[in-house]
């Protein structure tokens, strides 16, 4: 258990995917002007990162490692992403309308986030087996979803911040993010 709690901590905060591997900037910076945007963002996105390891790990190591085929990993892994996304799409426009009509164009953007195919190749290539895969996958999901909120209400700070004029708009965002970016490579001896 000690050893899935590692792997949970180190993806979610000392190895976040955001603010220390620099993944999933566009819908980090595009998808965080509205908490509530920010979070259905977020949940979407985790539920095909995980939803993406399950899929893809037995895929890998019972299909294409069999046939000799590892080489055509990342080309199945964004074929099994796509997909995904789409029952996310389907899911989320029946189920709530308001919210897949504010995501727009970043719905179908978590079909090329980064962050997502890092995951699943991740977890290969650091040699997790199944459950360490998932767990690695949850953490990175919930590093993803911190980073998300954590910009959204910094935002909303912002809005009512008085801010020099040359540093208005996204300057500051991104400053921002280099500052949380500097916090977050604090954690970096948390585990050993």
């Known amino acids: 258990m000690n ?7 180190s993806s ?9 591997q620099f993944l999933a900037l566009c819908p980090f910076i595009g998808m965080t002007a509205d908490v509530h945007k920010s979070n259905g963002m977020g949940v979407a ?11 893809t790990y037995p895929l890998y190591h019972f299909v294409l490692l069999p046939l000799d085929l590892a080489f055509l990993q990342t080309l ?3 074929l099994v992403i796509a997909s995904l996304v789409q029952l996310v799409e389907y899911y989320l426009k029946k189920s709530a309308p308001a919210l897949y009509s504010s995501m727009g164009v ?17 977890s290969i ?21 911190l980073a998300m909120v954590l910009m959204a209400g910094i935002r909303q700070k912002v809005k009512l911040a008085k801010i020099p004029a040359f540093i208005k708009g996204t300057p500051v965002l991104f400053v921002a993010a280099g500052l949380l970016s500097m916090a977050f490579s604090g954690f970096s001896g948390l585990i050993k």
Request: charged share 5%.
């Open 125 to 145: 290539s650091k040699g997790y087996n199944f459950l360490e895969s998932i767990v690695y996958s949850l953490g990175t999901a919930v590093g993803f979803l």
């Open 76 to 78: 199945v892994f964004i």
């Open 3 to 9: 050893e899935y709690l590692k792997i949970f901590l």
């Open 106 to 122: 970043y719905l179908a953007l978590i079909t090329t986030n980064c962050a997502i195919l890092a995951v699943t190749l991740n």
């Open 12 to 20: 979610a905060l000392i190895d976040n995917v955001v603010f220390i």
């Open 45 to 55: 996105t985790s539920f095909v990162m995980v939803l993406a390891t399950v899929v």
